[in-house]
């Protein structure tokens, strides 16, 4: 692949919403950092960021979001116990997080919005492009969507958003993108952006989902962004602003996902997310399918 523009090196993770949706478990606790079978769900992002070749990760937090900083830091205490017990596996396990990427931190302040969250990123990512992932989706490891995505940004530079189709009666949860045509498979050049639209009001049935290789060019685009829905400074406002006039920041492009993806946004959905990922595990995958199995053809 010839590489035509700057190669991506820095990922932002926000992480500094509320987690109402899991409350009373997020009351002390950031909804990051709740259990997707052993691990939180926040390490398997910055996992996927590393597997794409960004180690260098900007986690956007907030009030109450120190245990996420813990968690990717040395525990010198534990790991010298595991040592001291022998224990090779977990110490393993726990030394894992830490040695992943390199990690910075920043607070948003005012909980104002995803677009607001990502300005927040400017200082430590200066002029370059750089990813964005959201926490509450997780893409399997096996279907490697970030590196398509900076493939893609390889080749078209500009900007790049993960889309997925989704039924029709459900785009209002979603962003929603209108799409054109292009010559590779799979990637369709955006033209247009809607935060949340009315499915009658919609451009097309391609939601936009948490992944995003962003232009430098957006955070000019997010300072002059008035709030938007929910009285926030949306994201997707700044994103139509760039794929309404591609001389600022160059196109948009859309890679449209048909992988595997977990939501742990929705506590449906997180539980769905866990019996899942459970089920494919090698160490408990035999033993919680056959339970399974039996749960619900004989107990439900």
């Not at 079978?37 to 979001?65: C, F, H, W």
């Not at 054109?180 to 952006?193: F, K, N, S, Y």
């Not at 160059?250 to 449209?256: E, L, M, Q």
Request: hydrophobic content about 40%.
């Amino acid at each position: 692949m010839n590489q035509l523009h700057p190669v991506i090196k820095k990922a932002v993770i926000p992480a500094a919403g509320l987690g109402t949706r899991f409350l009373p478990a997020t009351k002390a606790t950031p909804k990051e950092m709740l259990p997707v079978v052993d691990k939180p769900a926040i390490q398997y992002v910055v996992e996927e960021a590393v597997s794409a070749g960004l180690d260098d990760v900007l986690m956007i937090t907030g009030r109450n979001k120190r245990a996420l900083e813990d968690h990717f830091d040395r525990n010198y205490e534990l790991e010298s116990a595991l040592i001291a017990k022998g224990d090779d596996d977990r110490l393993k396990k726990v030394q894992e997080s830490s040695d992943l990427a390199t990690m910075h931190y920043v607070r948003q302040g005012d909980p104002r919005g995803l677009g607001h969250a990502v300005l927040c990123a400017e200082p430590h990512v200066g002029d370059e492009p750089f990813a964005v992932l959201l926490g509450d989706d997780l893409i399997d490891p096996r279907d490697p969507l970030l590196r398509q995505m900076t493939d893609v940004h390889a080749r078209t530079g500009g900007t790049v958003i993960a889309l997925m189709e989704v039924d029709p009666a459900n785009v209002h949860l979603y962003g929603c993108a209108a799409v054109e045509a292009t010559d590779q498979e799979g990637v369709v050049r955006i033209t247009g952006l809607v935060e949340k639209p009315d499915p009658a009001d919609a451009p097309s049935n391609y939601a936009v989902i948490g992944r995003y290789v962003l232009h430098p060019a957006i955070f000019d685009i997010l300072r002059e962004t008035e709030p938007g829905r929910g009285g926030e400074i949306q994201l997707t406002d700044g994103l139509q602003k760039l794929a309404a006039d591609e001389t600022v920041g160059g196109p948009v492009h859309g890679v449209v996902f048909r992988g595997r993806r977990y939501d742990t946004g929705d506590r449906g959905d997180y539980l769905r997310a866990i019996v899942r990922l459970a089920c494919e595990r090698e160490d408990l995958g035999p033993e919680f399918r056959t339970w399974l199995h039996r749960y619900v053809t004989e107990e439900m």
